[in-house]
């Protein structure tokens, strides 16, 4: 059974910075794409940074020039680096994935979330 693995939220104060990292486990074939999105209180989830498999890049323009999305496919790890960090960033934050696994079929995963609060 294939899940993503999330960690590295937390409270931290505005201005400093945060990692996460979602790791997928499982019989993982291989990634086409991964990203993080957020969700805050009485919110809509909204888009926060994806990565292909070609390692292109998009971001969510409140976050361009903070945040920086990255993956390591020997790991099936994708990183998120959060430098900056205003209170506005505070939400719940999921890591998605497309993989194909050991059927060699594409899915859609999403992690269980993780808090980052950040404190003004």
């Known amino acids: 059974q294939v899940q993503l693995v999330e960690s590295g939220g937390g409270l931290v104060q505005a201005g400093g910075s945060l990692r996460l990292s979602c790791a997928a486990s499982?019989?993982?074939?291989?990634?086409?794409?991964m990203g993080w999105y957020r969700q805050a209180p009485g919110k809509q989830r909204e888009l926060v940074a994806v990565i292909t498999s070609g390692t292109n890049t998009n971001y969510a323009g409140s976050v361009k020039g903070r945040f920086t999305i990255s993956r390591a496919d020997a790991k099936n790890t994708v990183y998120l680096q959060m430098n900056s960090l205003k209170p506005e960033d505070t939400a719940v934050y999921y890591c998605?994935?497309?993989?194909?696994?050991?059927?060699?079929?594409?899915?859609?995963?999403w992690g269980p979330g993780t808090q980052v609060t950040v404190s003004s």
């Open positions: 998605n994935a497309q993989l194909v696994v050991h059927d060699l079929h594409e899915y859609d995963y």
């Open positions: 499982g019989r993982v074939f291989s990634i086409n794409s």
